[in-house]
């Protein structure tokens, strides 16, 4: 593979809805760099197809599907990729979108089962995979979690995403709980929280088209965007950044 200006060679990370999208961007990048990949995602197809272009590519990376708010599911999958791969100490949380995008609705509508789905999905999942890898991560003295959050989590909007808002927002919390307690160990966490992506949305193309219209950069975020960022965090070189959430989103944030 082409070399990367930061370098993670020797380590392992799990990036978790990496089957398409910003995630697939973030696998992609940290193969690229020299890291083993674990490419989670729901569906098995789309998980296979990214390692398919990391081996391609000269990387080395296998698939994990599974279901992130399933925890006998993350047990057994992450313990078997790390027979295959080794310790993970790189993680990645991404997945955060349910299977059809969620229904967007306004919380004063909004049926308790689909909320629920959003803290499951984009707040307890993480902490239930921090949990995994963590302790072995402070037993290596050294590990880096990146939580994919969303501009949503600091910004109102009447799209109808106030509960992923809200799961977003407590996973910045956690982000900045776990940088305090865990810095000690050589371990940093921190979030990125995106901005408009490419290829979403599509089904409301006004719509997108006005939030476009209103991002400084004059276009929404792409694969790399994150792909990069993340790697950077990930090397030594991005080391001293602790219990951060930045921000990429082209300089505003979806809604404004």
């Known amino acids: 593979m ?21 995630g697939a961007g973030i696998a ?7 890291a083993a990949v674990i490419v989670n995602d ?12 990391i081996t391609a ?21 992450v313990a078997d990729a790390e027979e295959k791969l080794g310790t993970i100490d790189i993680l990645v949380n991404n997945a955060g979108v349910p299977p059809g995008g969620g229904r967007p609705n306004q919380f004063v509508n909004m049926p308790e089962e689909d909320w629920q789905l959003q803290l499951n999905l984009n707040l307890i999942a993480f902490m239930r995979l921090v949990q995994v890898v963590l302790p072995r991560m402070i037993e290596a003295g050294w590990g880096r979690i990146i939580q994919i959050s969303s501009g949503s989590a600091t910004k109102g909007d009447k799209i ?13 919390g956690l982000v900045r709980h776990l940088a305090v307690e865990n810095g000690q ?9 995106l901005g408009l992506q490419e290829g979403v949305g599509r089904a409301d193309e006004p719509m ?3 939030a476009i219209a209103a991002i400084p950069t004059g276009r929404p975020g792409r694969p790399a965007d994150t792909g990069a960022a993340v790697v950077w965090l990930c ?16 300089g505003s944030h979806f809604g404004r």
């Open 42 to 53: 729901l569906f098995a197809e789309r998980a296979e197809e990214v390692v398919e272009e």
């Open 208 to 210: 997108i088209a006005k």
């Open 160 to 172: 109808g995403v106030a509960a992923y808002a809200a799961a977003k927002s407590g996973s910045e």
């Open 28 to 34: 992609k990048y940290l193969a690229r760099a020299g």
């Open 2 to 22: 082409s070399e990367s200006l930061f370098s993670v060679a020797g380590h392992v990370a799990l990036v978790t809805g990496a089957g398409k999208g910003a």
């Open 57 to 77: 590519a000269g990387g080395t990376a296998v698939a994990a599907a599974f279901d992130v708010t399933d925890a006998e599911q993350v047990a057994e999958q």
């Open 185 to 193: 160990y050589g371990i940093t966490v921190n979030s990125l929280a």
């Open 235 to 250: 090397a030594e070189d991005g080391g001293q950044v602790n219990g951060q959430v930045i921000h990429i989103n082209g």
